[in-house]
């Protein structure tokens, strides 16, 4: 009984025994001393109060396991409550509480008559706020599941798209190539070798259901390494503290679409940077220049509300993708991480 008890239950305990007595009108009604106070409120939390948590909690735990329907399990309580406080606890209390001279038989019944009412009336309010608690907790539950269902499916749609390769990019990447090859065949390979990182990346694993932020900066590196001077450096893109990057979960179709028009527009400088904490990554992608005017006019090439509107449809309304105007533009990337 003991493991039932939750955090609480002893203010319950006398919260119920004071109010049992001031329904049953004994404080009200009947001018009595502090002390016939005290030992009367004392005999309605020992007879009442602690019952009446105690039965609940069980009561609470058999419904909870499927054990006894709810319209038996809690008139049980109130009935148990009301006989075991009157004619069990209370006889049991005489000899240390002791007894009133005018009390009698009567006065039991009287007592349990008027106290079934109220009981039956609090737990009955109990009951059904519990059950209104528990329909939220399940409607709450139905919708964190179909949320995540419709996260899991917009994913994995995102992760299809990102694996059709462009046929603009992959021919004049290729008749680029091609060109290189035969003029500067060192170079060429290189850049064919990085051209083929780049595909192998955008290809998802066969039972992948999301990306990860180490496959989506393998993509993002071979593709500043496929625009490059030389095909094998990115040296337009600083990636600052990304050597290693940790397989955290990430929206597909989001980083390196955010970071391609800015390669694409062949005079900017960029870095770009990891952070978390508080079971948040964050993705920082400054500017380094040349000017603060030819920056931000890359930047004005970012689809940037299509870019966090599928963000927000993998990772739901905490993650975020917004464009800062500081000495450079910055772009942050933020999105929650798994629990």
């Known amino acids: 009984m003991t493991a039932m008890l939750k955090p609480g239950d002893a203010g319950w305990m006398l919260l119920v025994g004071a109010a049992t007595l001031v329904a049953n009108g004994t404080p009200l009604n009947n001018p009595i001393s502090l002390q016939d106070t005290v030992e009367a409120l004392t005999y309605n939390v020992l007879q009442f109060g602690v019952p009446a948590v105690l039965l609940l909690r069980l009561a609470d735990t058999l419904v909870d396991a499927r054990r006894l329907p709810a319209w038996l399990a809690y008139p049980a309580v109130v009935a ?14 005489y ?20 106290t079934v009412v109220w009981h039956a009336l609090g737990v009955g309010v109990y009951a059904q706020l519990r059950f209104s608690r528990r329909a939220q907790a399940r409607l709450q539950a139905l919708q964190d599941a179909a949320a995540l269902r419709e996260r899991q499916l917009a994913a994995t749609q995102l992760l299809a798209l990102q694996a059709r390769v462009d046929p603009a990019l992959l021919s004049d990447r290729l008749a680029a190539i091609d060109t290189e090859l035969a003029q500067a065949p060192q170079r060429g390979q290189a ?7 780049l595909l192998r990346a955008l290809q998802p694993h066969v039972q992948a259901q999301l990306s990860t932020l180490g496959r989506e900066v393998a993509a993002l590196r071979a593709y500043a390494r496929l625009v490059s001077a030389d095909g094998q450096h990115t040296e337009r893109l600083h990636l600052a503290s990304l050597a290693d990057p940790p397989d955290w979960p990430l929206a597909p179709m989001v980083l390196l679409p955010l970071v391609r028009p800015l390669l694409d527009d062949g ?10 904490g508080d079971g948040v990554a964050e993705l920082r992608l400054r500017a380094l220049g040349p000017d603060l005017a030819q ?45």
């Open 80 to 93: 148990a409550t009301v006989i075991g406080g009157v004619w069990l606890i209370a006889p049991a209390l």
């Open 95 to 114: 000899p240390l509480l002791g007894k009133a001279e005018w009390w009698t038989r009567a006065n039991d019944y009287a007592l349990a008559s008027t």
């Open 191 to 197: 850049r064919l070798a990085a051209l083929i990182e």
């Open 267 to 276: 005079a900017t400088l960029w870095s770009l940077s990891l952070h978390a």
């Open 295 to 339: 920056t931000r006019l890359a930047a004005g090439h970012v689809p940037l509300h299509e870019l966090a509107q599928r963000l927000h449809a993998v990772h739901g309304q905490g993650a975020s993708l917004v464009l800062l105007i500081e000495d450079m533009p910055v772009f942050k990337l933020t999105w929650p991480l798994p629990t």
